[in-house]
């Protein structure tokens, strides 16, 4: 039996790992070191958002977890760093930065929590969505409050009977004068009924995705409700609820763009949406790595460090060698998609699936290499293979990451 100490030594190994990270490259094996080819700038921003892992995420994330906490004024000192809208526009609030500049925030902020994270990528998605295809008016009556985090953002594409057949939804916005009344529901909302704007996807004209249209729903609108919160495996530092339309009046002027435009701008938004989640996969994956190194070193069976056994030894090459592939992988992307490449939709459509993939792989090893003190919740690796699993599904299964693929190699 393990002693009350003994426990918390388990969980104080996130905050350690992610201490080690912050450091720099002092404790990071240079092989698998994130910062190498980064520019200084660069380097200054992944600093900024490891510290920030490290001291505001990291210490916390057990308890977050356990409890369902969604860590509010944790984002809003996020935010105060300018993480709440970064690849926005500096001129509504946003950082202004670049694609790469984003993955790099994401993976580091995600070796402190990944669930946590993953819904500030969603966030960021959402408010650039309004910052680019919004009017100037929406752009400075929306961005403001949602790059400082004093309001949050739900991107509403999925439905109860359309998941990755997303040109089929269902949920109508008939137009009523100068209102959209919309009826119909969401499923698997992130943020669901704790957060204050909603960008939802809905059919305005004909089937298929030329007749859909992206409304901005604010919270308190009448005829808006949220489903109950759900039980999940993971990702549970943010809520998750159905988004239900009954009757709900929205203002035309809360219209991104023009009609029959929606699924192309949510389309658009999810090309960065899965660098982001891709990017979150990569800073689960290094704390993971990490966590089986330490564990290597100090566990002894047989009389000896496990570090000394060459099948693990072996092991651990093979973590960090995805893990750098992974990462080289979504940089790429992260770049093409910034320059407006032909080849951004599936080179982003590519790294998804692959770091997704292969950092869920990671982690569950590192898991393995726990032992059976790897599937007790005192220890944090669990919490990342939790934690990590569903991003092989959202912002497309990875099943639709090889069709888009396949497609464009075979009309290529």
């Known amino acids: 039996r393990r002693t009350a100490p003994a426990v918390a030594m388990a969980w104080r190994a996130a905050p350690?790992?992610?201490?080690?990270?912050?450091?720099?490259?002092?404790?990071?094996?240079?092989?698998?070191?994130?910062?190498?080819?980064?520019?200084?700038?660069?380097?200054?921003?992944?600093?900024?958002?490891?510290?920030?892992?490290?001291?505001?995420?990291?210490?916390?994330?057990?308890?977050?977890?356990?409890?369902?906490?969604?860590?509010?004024?944790?984002?809003?000192?996020?935010?105060?760093?300018?993480?709440?809208?970064?690849?926005?526009?500096?001129?509504?609030?946003?950082?202004?930065?670049?694609?790469?500049?984003?993955?790099?925030?994401?993976?580091?902020?995600?070796?402190?929590?990944?669930?946590?994270?993953?819904?500030?990528?969603?966030?960021?998605?959402?408010?650039?969505?309004?910052?680019?295809?919004?009017?100037?008016?929406?752009?400075?009556?929306?961005?403001?409050?949602?790059c400082s985090m004093e309001k949050f953002a739900s991107y509403c594409l999925t439905e109860p009977g359309s998941g990755s057949d997303a040109a089929s939804l269902l949920t109508s916005a008939q137009r009523k004068g100068d209102t959209y009344v919309l009826n119909g529901s969401k499923a698997f909302i992130s943020g669901g009924g704790d957060t204050d704007v909603y960008v939802v996807m809905c059919r305005t004209g004909g089937p298929g995705p030329k007749g859909i249209s992206c409304l901005v729903v604010e919270k308190g609108t009448p005829g808006l409700s949220f489903g109950k919160k759900e039980r999940k495996v993971g990702w549970n530092s943010q809520p998750t609820r159905a988004v239900i339309f009954e009757d709900c009046a929205v203002p035309v002027g809360n219209r991104l763009g023009a009609e029959g435009q929606g699924f192309s701008i949510a389309m658009q938004g999810l090309n960065g949406g899965r660098i982001n989640i891709a990017s979150c996969s990569l800073g689960a994956a290094h704390a993971s790595v990490l966590l089986a190194q330490e564990h290597l070193t100090v566990r002894k069976q047989f009389g000896e460090p496990l570090a000394n056994n060459q099948y693990l030894q072996f092991g651990l090459a093979e973590m960090a060698t995805r893990l750098v592939a992974a990462r080289l992988m979504v940089r790429n992307a992260a770049r093409a998609l910034q320059d407006g490449r032909e080849d951004a939709a599936v080179l982003c459509s590519m790294a998804k699936l692959f770091a997704t993939d292969e950092c869920f792989l990671i982690c569950n090893q590192a898991l393995q290499m726990h032992g059976g003190y790897g599937y007790l919740k005192d220890y944090a690796v669990q919490q990342f293979v939790r934690d990590i699993r569903v991003h092989q599904i959202l912002e497309g299964t990875n099943e639709v990451m090889r069709m888009i693929v396949a497609r464009n190699l075979l009309q290529g």
């Open 16 to 146: 350690r790992v992610a201490a080690r990270l912050a450091l720099g490259r002092r404790g990071i094996a240079s092989c698998i070191d994130p910062s190498v080819g980064l520019t200084e700038d660069q380097k200054e921003f992944q600093k900024v958002a490891l510290d920030f892992a490290a001291k505001e995420m990291a210490p916390y994330m057990a308890e977050w977890d356990e409890k369902e906490i969604f860590p509010v004024e944790t984002m809003q000192k996020a935010a105060q760093l300018g993480f709440g809208g970064i690849y926005v526009k500096p001129d509504v609030g946003g950082s202004g930065l670049s694609r790469l500049d984003t993955s790099i925030i994401f993976e580091a902020l995600s070796t402190g929590c990944t669930s946590t994270t993953a819904y500030m990528s969603i966030h960021n998605m959402c408010v650039w969505m309004i910052d680019t295809f919004g009017s100037e008016e929406q752009r400075r009556r929306f961005c403001p409050s949602l």
